[in-house]
């Protein structure tokens, strides 16, 4: 993580967030001002008018309204909202105005993990950006609702199935950054976060155009967490192992046997609970919207070669 | 514990029957009280859990599916069970016909009614979290609550009856405010925790039935698929947020009014001076009950409703912001000139003043369009809650019953033992949520079971340890309430009739009341709050 930030706020990493922490400490002081000119009063008072112990109850003043203090304590924070309702509306016109030149990359969410689809046609769990460059998020969820949030640039933006949301940055320091969904998804919300690595504009060509090619099924089982569920070396986890598993015939859940050919796992992994094996729930997620037609294709590759 | 030679309302008549069918709003409010007592121990112990788990990074000893169902019976069991019906159902029953100088609450059938409901509520809650509970946060979000495992029906069923357990409060006290009052009590000599808690009984009575629709759409939607909120059918999952904010923003003050209403008069009655603006506090409830209504988008500035309703949804927002910082001042400049007590109900009485104030201004960073991007779910909104309907509702709710537990049981607690206990109470409260403001400010995502493996770890750790290390300072602290609340009843030395002097009906008749509550017929002969004029012996 690069620069620091301050006690209240991360390090400021994107062109919005300076825009954003003045406002913060803006609203940050004045409550500070208004905070100590209540506690003191509340303090002062109860010091200089405490009833000593065991005075009997007196008869105290009747003072219980004052218009010109009225007038002050009114219309003072009603002037100060409305500076603040105005400035906050100006700087959420500039999260919701999008900068036409932006870069977009497509952002998959998907119970519990994020796919990152970029201009050139590389397609990763991690966002990778070049520094000084506008970049549009267009997201869409495959499943329930997620958030994407960044706290260093200071943007997050709902993900709702079903239609796309958007937001935008522009990272100007290099760097590595958390990514995090705060939008509650379910058991593993907590672990549905990510990187985000700033490069300069020559490193992110370069990163571009390794990942321009389909990495290998080795790397795509861990990349696409297939190994959280589905081991390599016959032990059972959420999910069967892959060990052995091509060329075998299953007993499903519906009592019907089916044969491991090609299409039968192409079916299992874009469309999960067509067939549910027999000992096993239903957990598993659809991989439909996240793989590419060469990903999908290396991963059956991947999982055939597991087969003696 | 009573002598039998008394004759009040806790002695007589005598048997579990005569509790458990009585019509009387005194009984009634005490068997709230046990129920919503044993709700908050509940929810506190889920809470308590949930903050050890936290203390470091990674996994603990809650593993993740476990963790997600704590914090949502801790929301759901804190805010259905505990919070909504705590000051009204409990005190509210309790002290109202009483200030008003009334035998009964209008319907005393349905006030026993409500409490009835209330139980059937609780039981089908408690059912669900015995059938495996669910996972999905208190709010229930769609589609996640359509498609997720879980007793979800039976939960959202269970909250669907606690509904009516509360519009049933509601109307029985707007009725009872209207018709009951003693001769000579005009709307302008109600006590202010009258004024609150009528404010608060609107918004039950006009907001709960949308709750009741939602989560009725929403076990629809789990049973038969109508396709309103799960996109998969067809729905709209933004809607299910539009109605559930609908009922659950006034539902936040549902929860605070009363808080406010409490302070009133604990400020008042403790410094011994007359309240400064009472009008303005009176209708400032009114303000806060119907503005309340016109603010619900503010929880989802970043939903994907259109920009164009978030900005209406913040400046309404931050107007409700004026009524209530007015409610502040005046209660400070009560205090100017007063002859104050520094006793137990005071000191939280006090403290409301400080958290509140926390709380009501750390919601102007989120009211702030551009602000609330970065804070939106993070523990700076929980921060920013915690001191609103801890420091402030919860808060007042202890303050209360310090105050009218004398009057309640005709015994005085240890004072010397209340003061350590808040102590404990004030420390931890700040200990455990104050560095959740800079935890979520630098980031941390609310709801989170495990924040291990981020570039900010370390500092989220650091964050959290402390918070879980106010938590059981917080913990002490209830405990040494409980304890001397309880011994109170055993060996509590016997309350005089007026021990703080206040000017309410309240304070005129025996400690604890008859059940008739007067043994005279009360006429108003002068105003709630006036110790410039009246001196307690005189009331
Ligand atoms: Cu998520």
Same mark, same amino acid.
């Given at each position: 993580m690069q620069g620091q930030g301050t006690f209240n706020l991360p390090p400021a990493a994107s062109t919005i967030a300076p825009a954003y922490d003045s406002l913060f400490y803006f609203i940050y002081w004045l409550s500070v001002f208004f905070f100590v000119v209540i506690t003191v009063a509340t303090i002062a008072f109860v010091i200089k008018y405490r009833r000593k112990k065991g005075?009997?109850?007196?008869?105290?003043?009747?003072?219980?309204?004052?218009?010109?203090?009225?007038?002050?304590?009114?219309? @003072?924070?009603?002037?100060?909202?409305?500076?603040?309702?105005? +400035?906050?509306?100006? !700087?959420?016109?500039?999260?919701?105005?999008?900068?036409?030149?932006?870069?977009?990359?497509?952002?998959?969410?998907?119970?519990?993990?994020?796919?990152?689809?970029?201009?050139?046609?590389?397609?990763? =769990?991690?966002?990778?950006?070049?520094?000084?460059?506008?970049?549009?998020?267009? !997201?869409?969820?495959?499943?329930?609702?997620?958030?994407?949030?960044?706290?260093?640039?200071?943007?997050? %933006?709902d993900i709702v199935p079903n239609r796309y949301t958007s937001l935008w940055f522009q990272a100007d320091q290099e760097g590595e950054y958390d990514l995090y969904c705060t939008e509650y998804c379910g058991q593993k919300h907590s672990r549905m976060t990510t990187r985000v690595s700033v490069r300069s504009e020559s490193e992110y060509r370069k990163w571009l155009e390794e990942n321009s090619v389909t990495p290998t099924g080795d790397v795509l089982y861990k990349r696409y967490g297939c190994n959280t569920c589905h081991s390599l070396d016959g032990g059972t986890g959420n999910g069967p192992t892959f060990k052995n598993l091509f060329g075998s015939t299953e007993k499903m859940s519906d009592g019907t046997m089916v044969e491991v050919d090609d299409n039968y796992l192409r079916e299992s992994i874009l469309d999960p609970k067509a067939k549910i094996v027999d000992g096993f729930e239903p957990v598993m997620p659809t991989f439909k919207n996240t793989l590419s037609a060469d990903e999908l294709d290396s991963l059956i590759d991947f999982i055939k070669t597991q087969a003696e | !514990?009573? $002598?039998?030679?008394?004759? &009040?309302?806790?002695?007589?008549?005598?048997?579990?029957?005569? +509790?458990?069918?009585?019509?009387?709003?005194?009984?009634?409010?005490? %068997?709230?009280?046990?129920?919503?007592?044993?709700?908050?121990?509940?929810?506190?112990?889920?809470?308590?859990?949930?903050?050890?788990?936290?203390?470091?990074?990674?996994?603990?000893?809650?593993?993740?599916?476990?963790?997600?169902?704590?914090?949502?019976?801790?929301?759901?069991?804190?805010?259905?069970?505990?919070?909504?019906?705590?000051?009204?159902?409990?005190?509210? &029953?309790?002290?109202?016909?009483l200030m008003l100088g009334a035998k009964d609450v209008a319907f005393p059938r349905l006030n026993l009614a409500s409490w009835y409901v209330y139980v059937l509520g609780a039981a089908i809650t408690l059912y669900s979290v015995a059938m495996g509970a669910v996972d999905t946060g208190w709010t229930f979000y769609s589609p996640y609550?359509?498609?997720?495992?879980?007793?979800v029906i039976s939960m959202t069923f269970g909250?669907?009856?606690?509904?009516?357990?509360?519009?049933?409060?509601?109307?029985?006290?707007?009725?009872?405010?209207?018709? %009951?009052?003693?001769? $000579?009590?005009?709307?302008?000599?109600?006590?202010?925790?009258?004024?609150?808690?009528?404010?608060?009984?609107?918004?039950?009575?006009?907001?709960?039935?949308?709750?009741?629709?939602?989560?009725?759409?929403?076990?629809? =939607?789990?049973?038969?698929?109508?396709?309103?909120?799960?996109?998969?059918?067809?729905?709209?999952?933004?809607?299910?947020?539009?109605?559930f904010w609908f009922y659950s923003h006034p539902a936040v003050y549902i929860m605070i009014l009363p808080g406010m209403a409490i302070v009133s008069d604990l400020i008042a009655v403790h410094s011994h001076k007359k309240i400064f603006g009472y009008k303005l506090i009176a209708y400032s409830s009114v303000a806060i009950a119907l503005l309340g209504f016109l603010v619900w988008g503010h929880h989802m500035f970043i939903s994907g409703q259109s920009e164009f309703s978030s900005m209406v949804f913040s400046f309404i927002t931050f107007f409700i912001g004026i009524p209530t910082g007015i409610k502040i001042f005046n209660w400070v400049t009560t205090l100017y000139k007063g002859q104050i007590s520094l006793n137990t109900p005071m000191l939280y009485a006090l403290a409301f003043i400080i958290l509140f104030t926390i709380g009501g201004l750390t919601g102007v960073f989120l009211g702030a369009l551009g602000l609330d991007v970065h804070l939106h779910d993070t523990y700076f909104v929980v921060a920013h809650f915690h001191y609103v309907m801890m420091g402030g509702?919860? @808060?007042?709710?202890?303050?209360? @019953?310090?105050? +009218? +537990?004398?009057?309640?049981?005709?015994? !005085?607690?240890?004072?010397?033992?209340?003061?350590?206990?808040?102590?404990?109470?004030?420390?931890?409260?700040?200990?455990?949520?104050?560095?959740?403001?800079?935890?979520?400010?630098?980031?941390?995502?609310?709801?989170?079971?495990?924040?291990?493996?981020?570039?900010?770890?370390?500092?989220?750790?650091?964050y959290h340890g402390f918070s879980s290390f106010g938590a059981l300072i917080l913990g002490v602290g209830f405990a040494i309430i409980t304890i001397y609340l309880i011994a109170s009843l055993f060996n509590g030395k016997k309350a005089s009739d007026n021990p703080w002097g206040g000017l309410t009906f309240e304070w005129a008749t025996t400690s604890p009341p008859p059940t008739e509550n007067f043994s005279y017929e009360p006429v108003l002969k002068h105003g709630p709050y006036d110790f410039d004029k009246v001196l307690p012996e005189d009331i």
């Open positions: 005075e009997a109850f007196k008869l105290t003043t009747g003072f219980c309204h004052n218009t010109p203090l009225e007038l002050v304590w009114s219309v @003072i924070p009603t002037l100060l909202i409305f500076v603040i309702f105005i +400035w906050g509306f100006q !700087m959420f016109m500039r999260y919701w105005v999008i900068p036409g030149n932006a870069m977009e990359v497509r952002v998959t969410a998907q119970q519990w993990n994020w796919n990152f689809k970029y201009p050139e046609g590389a397609s990763r =769990e991690i966002l990778v950006v070049p520094k000084g460059r506008p970049v549009k998020l267009l !997201m869409q969820s495959v499943d329930v609702l997620h958030s994407l949030f960044i706290p260093d640039f200071r943007v997050k %933006m | !514990m009573y $002598g039998s030679s008394e004759k &009040n309302y806790l002695t007589y008549p005598t048997g579990v029957k005569s +509790w458990l069918f009585t019509l009387d709003h005194k009984r009634i409010g005490i %068997m709230y009280l046990v129920l919503i007592l044993l709700a908050f121990a509940a929810g506190g112990f889920f809470a308590l859990t949930l903050r050890l788990e936290l203390f470091r990074s990674g996994e603990q000893f809650l593993d993740q599916d476990t963790y997600n169902k704590f914090f949502t019976l801790h929301g759901a069991i804190m805010v259905f069970l505990f919070i909504i019906p705590s000051i009204p159902a409990a005190l509210g &029953n309790f002290c109202l016909p609550s359509t498609q997720s495992g879980g007793e909250v669907f009856v606690l509904g009516f357990s509360s519009i049933f409060t509601g109307l029985n006290f707007i009725v009872t405010v209207h018709k %009951m009052r003693a001769p $000579g009590m005009t709307w302008y000599n109600l006590p202010l925790f009258v004024w609150g808690t009528y404010a608060t009984a609107v918004i039950q009575v006009l907001a709960t039935p949308v709750l009741g629709i939602t989560l009725l759409l929403l076990i629809l =939607e789990r049973a038969v698929g109508i396709g309103i909120f799960d996109p998969a059918m067809g729905g709209d999952p933004v809607l299910f947020q539009h109605f509702t919860v @808060i007042a709710f202890l303050g209360g @019953i310090h105050h +009218w +537990w004398p009057k309640i049981f005709g015994r !005085m607690y240890s004072e010397l033992w209340g003061r350590i206990a808040f102590v404990f109470i004030f420390v931890g409260f700040n200990m455990t949520f104050f560095n959740q403001f800079m935890l979520g400010s630098q980031g941390m995502p609310r709801r989170y079971h495990d924040y291990s493996g981020f570039y900010k770890t370390d500092l989220f750790e650091r």
